[in-house]
């Protein structure tokens, strides 16, 4: 199974700042790299899907980057509502698997 | 719009089983796989499996085989999960997720329902 893992584990920011979340895996996944958004209490949401398409309705100040084992969600001039926690998530390798979370709480 | 509403919370005894339901409305129900994501308390996300509404086939995880069942209801356009042989470490929240490409298995969740916590315990 194809572990993804996440860093860090927690990015404590302020609104307006730039946040820079990692995801590496442990085998190649090519693009098919997601990421999700989960506020408390809510089910996930999907943000970015193949690496660094937006899904519909995502804000621009969401963007992805990365192929291959490193993967790189960012989120420009953070708003409070961006305060959740962030999944990445694969599926290349069968069976698909999600990364552990990075919680990104309010400075 | 697309909705996906699941049934509500459950408590079960270890040994027992549960059924979790997740109706679908706003789009062509046999068009889009349908896939279950369990998370537990605090926890990562966990894929458990899909199934295609259309032909009722199903593909699960290896962690889960023999103990899930996936099944649908096309006339009600509903989609059922039943895990068996509970255990204690089940507790977790149980998501339906649709397949975000149309006729396509592939593990892209787009949306999710909002969740089915079942808590396991003696």
Known sequence: ?107 | QVQLVQSGAEVKKPGASVKVSCKTSGYTFTNYYMHWVRQAPGQGLEWMGVINPSDGTTSYAHKFQGRVTMTRDTSTSTVYMELRSLRVEDTAVYYCARGWESSSPTPLFDPWGQGTLVTVSS
Not at chain 1, 9 to 31: I, M, N
Not at chain 1, 79 to 90: G, I, L, T
């Open chain 1, 1 to 107: 199974e194809t572990v993804l893992t996440q860093s860090p584990a927690t990015l404590s920011l302020s609104p307006g700042e730039r946040a820079t979340l990692s995801c590496r895996a442990s085998q190649s996944v090519s693009s098919y790299l997601a990421w999700y958004q989960q506020k408390p209490g809510q089910a996930p949401r999907l943000l970015i899907y193949d690496a660094s398409n937006r899904a519909t309705g995502i804000p621009a100040r969401f963007s992805g980057s990365g192929s291959g084992t490193d993967f790189t969600l960012t989120i420009n001039s953070l708003e409070p509502e961006d305060f959740a926690v962030y999944f990445c998530q694969q599926r290349s390798n069968w069976p698909c698997s999600f990364g552990q979370g990075t919680k990104l709480e309010i400075k």
